[in-house]
């Protein structure tokens, strides 16, 4: 083993004296190679914003890796499984990865490895045009939903989205693996069931309007039991529900209770904030 500590703290010594811009890390962005810490990705990249990604991690040692075939194969059967594609063949991912290690003049490399105490948190902001959730043609009939994966991670509100798309529904409600409904890809969802609305705006406006509402654990055998559904996002506002899985939710049609335009009205009152915007 000394000889071959000795053999990488000779190494990495000729790589902390290099000028080679890329020695302290190389990536490839949109077909370009910088340095690592510089590289950067677009804010609205699906990866970046809703953990739709996989990745696979091969190591390099004195400049050999193995099996590097390996990996790229589970890279793509892992990219199967959450309906990614690859956009470049293998064979030209395994030379990009290659080119990368000789440009850079690093020996031994990996992804793992950085220290908790040494991350640093970032903030990203972003503004753009205004998208319905839900199209306002379909807001006018409702939309339809399943009951889908559930929900440890973000990546699952995706994986539920393809799981919709496939059964010909719209929306995912997504589980807690234990039998109860915790909350849609993205939204949060509202049952009417006798009377009473079982998130903080909407709950304020419900019982402003004399509307009771419970907050409690949700079954999934109560979804299809219950007189209303509709969804609420602070994107979308209210978003009606009129099939599950299948299943008509109040004969199909949207009830009195979502009907209530008691969610956009307090945008217009004088608590909110009125922004002074430029002329386009």
């Known amino acids: 083993m000394e000889e071959v500590f000795t053999g990488y703290a000779a190494r990495q010594s000729v790589l902390e004296a290099s000028n080679n811009p890329f020695s302290k890390g190389i990536a490839w962005i949109e077909g370009e190679y910088v340095p690592l810490a510089e590289a950067r990705i677009p804010l609205l990249d699906q990866g970046f914003m809703h953990?739709?990604?996989?990745?696979?991690?091969?190591?390099?040692?004195?400049?050999?890796?193995?099996?590097?075939?390996?990996?790229?194969?589970?890279l793509e059967v892992n990219c199967g499984k959450l309906r990614l594609k690859l956009p470049?063949?293998?064979?030209?991912?395994k030379q990009i990865l290659i080119n990368m290690v000789a440009e850079s003049g690093i020996?031994?490399?990996?992804?793992?490895?950085?220290?908790l105490e040494e991350m640093v948190?970032?903030?990203?902001?972003?503004?753009?045009?205004?998208?319905?959730?839900?199209?306002?043609?379909?807001?006018r009939i409702g939309g339809s939903a399943i009951v889908a994966w559930t929900n440890l991670q973000c990546g699952d509100l995706v994986r539920g989205m393809f799981e919709a798309s496939d059964q010909g529904a719209t929306y995912p409600f997504l589980t807690g693996g234990d039998a109860n409904l915790t909350e849609g890809s993205g939204f949060n969802i509202v049952f009417v069931k006798d009377g009473g609305i079982t998130r903080k705006s909407v709950i304020d406006?419900?019982?402003?309007?004399?509307?009771?509402?419970?907050?409690?654990t949700i079954?999934?055998?109560l979804a299809y039991n219950c007189n209303e559904?509709?969804?609420?996002?602070?994107?979308?506002?209210?978003?009606p529900i009129t099939s599950l899985d299948g299943r008509p939710v109040n004969g199909g049609q949207i009830g009195p209770v979502t009907k209530?335009?008691?969610?956009?009205?307090?945008?217009?009152?004088?608590?909110?904030?009125?922004?002074?915007?430029?002329?386009?």
Do not use: C
Request: charged share 25%; net charge negative; no cysteine.
């Open 51 to 74: 953990s739709d990604l996989t990745y696979d991690v091969p190591s390099f040692w004195d400049g050999r890796v193995f099996p590097l075939d390996d990996h790229l194969t589970r």
């Open 260 to 280: 209530q335009n008691t969610y956009s009205m307090p945008h217009y009152t004088t608590e909110t904030w009125i922004v002074d915007t430029k002329s386009v």
């Open 205 to 216: 406006v419900a019982r402003a309007s004399g509307i009771e509402v419970r907050l409690e």
């Open 88 to 93: 470049l063949p293998r064979e030209e991912i």
């Open 107 to 115: 020996r031994e490399l990996g992804v793992r490895g950085s220290k």
């Open 219 to 221: 079954p999934v055998e």
């Open 121 to 139: 948190n970032s903030l990203y902001i972003f503004v753009q045009p205004y998208v319905w959730v839900m199209e306002p043609e379909l807001q």
């Open 229 to 239: 559904i509709f969804m609420s996002t602070t994107a979308g506002g209210i978003i």
